[in-house]
T-cell receptor, first 112, second 115 residues
């Protein structure tokens, strides 16, 4: 009964380094999302997926890439990290994209 | 532009007291409105979801109201407990072409319950 699991929980990167954040869900949800949460701002959508093998851009996609090779996993990649990408990243999933979303517990990323 | 505004930004109340949080939105076409609770260091957890035709929904000590005409919602917390200390986020969902929804998040009301 794990729901949505994000790894890692914390990470510190140097500017220019790359990394991948992993999101895994065990609820057989079709839709998956990556959000970022910054102080004083609402969550903003980075990328999303409406099913295995599909991805689409959200509000703030620049500097990020995603992949959904398996239905249960949604990966968020940073190819060349920048200090502006310091944030808390949340993954969420939804059965049909229209009603209940389940969020992971977040990844706190600091880029120095 | 779709927007969700919440007030107050922060609130401190004594344990056992009631409080009401406000949410105003300009989102269309409206699909549903959600209230989430976010504990420090955790992801948001859904409290209530209301569609256009629902104007009240309860979840234990949490009661949400929706006035779709004035585009306002409130979250009322009864008999507050220390564990209610969290950020409460109002999220409004708009229908999008092709299915699915687009969510617009408020910035949250930070509630602190003290002894």
């Amino acid at each position: 009964n794990a729901g949505v699991t994000q790894t890692p929980k914390f990470r510190v990167l140097k500017t220019g380094q790359s990394m991948t954040l992993l999101c895994a869900q065990d609820m057989n949800h079709e839709y998956m999302y990556w959000y970022r949460q910054d102080p004083g701002m609402g969550l903003r959508l980075i990328h999303y997926s409406v099913g295995e093998g599909t991805t689409a851009k959200g509000e703030v996609p620049d500097g990020y890439n995603v992949s959904r090779l398996k239905k249960q996993n949604f990966l968020l990649g940073l190819e060349s990290a920048a200090p502006s990408q310091t944030s808390v990243y949340f993954c969420a999933s939804s059965y049909d994209g229209s009603y209940g979303y389940t969020f992971g517990s977040g990844t706190r990323l600091t880029v120095v | 532009k779709n927007q969700v505004e919440q007030s107050p930004q922060s609130l401190i109340i004594l344990e056992g007291k009631n409080c009401t949080l406000q949410c105003n939105y300009t989102v269309s076409p409206f699909s549903n409105l959600r209230w989430y609770k976010q504990d420090t260091g955790r992801g948001p957890v859904s409290l209530t979801i209301m569609t256009f035709s629902e104007n009240t929904k309860s979840n234990g000590r949490y009661t949400a109201t929706l006035d779709a005409d004035t585009k306002q919602s409130s979250l009322h917390i009864t008999a507050s407990q220390l564990s209610d200390s969290a950020s409460y986020i109002c999220v409004v969902s708009a229908m999008v072409t092709g299915g699915g929804n687009k969510l617009t998040f408020g910035t949250g009301t930070q509630l602190k319950v003290e002894l």
